[in-house]
């Protein structure tokens, strides 16, 4: 199971940290990624961590902006994002993905198990 929380209201310019903790006691088997769905768009790609936490791989729309880590002693992936911008709003949901490389996908398709998500507001 996964928990996202974090999400809030924010001004342009600003940041924001969001957290996804999961349960179970395999969590450091799964790579993690982040993902995004703007009212009325379709959910896309933000960002991925391997499973060591040693490669990450980001939307061009986000890269330099936001930036992704873990903690596996605390079963908790974060995505920290700057320079909020108006079309960073929307839900922002974490997934986990199994693979045997440990790398993360940036497939939506690929991905085992989601959060709720938690919604990010930029205001202009």
């Known amino acids: 199971q996964l928990q996202a929380s974090g999400g809030g209201l924010v001004q342009a310019g600003g940041s924001l940290k969001l957290s996804c903790a999961a349960s179970?006691?395999?969590?450091?088997?799964?790579?993690m990624g982040w993902f995004r769905q703007a009212p009325g768009k379709e959910r896309e790609f933000v960002g991925t961590?391997?499973?060591?936490?040693?490669?990450?791989i980001y939307a061009d729309s986000v890269k330099g902006r936001f930036t992704i880590s873990r903690d596996n002693a605390k079963n908790t992936v974060y995505l920290q994002m700057n320079s909020l911008k108006f079309e960073d709003t929307a839900v922002y949901y974490c997934?986990?993905?199994?693979?045997?490389?440990?790398?993360?996908?940036?497939?939506?398709?690929?991905?085992?198990?989601w959060g709720q998500g938690t919604l990010v507001t930029v205001s202009s």
């Open positions: 961590i391997s499973r060591g936490g040693t490669i990450r």
């Open positions: 997934a986990a993905d199994w693979t045997v490389t440990g790398r993360g996908s940036t497939n939506i398709h690929e991905y085992d198990y």
């Open positions: 179970g006691r395999t969590f450091s088997s799964y790579a």
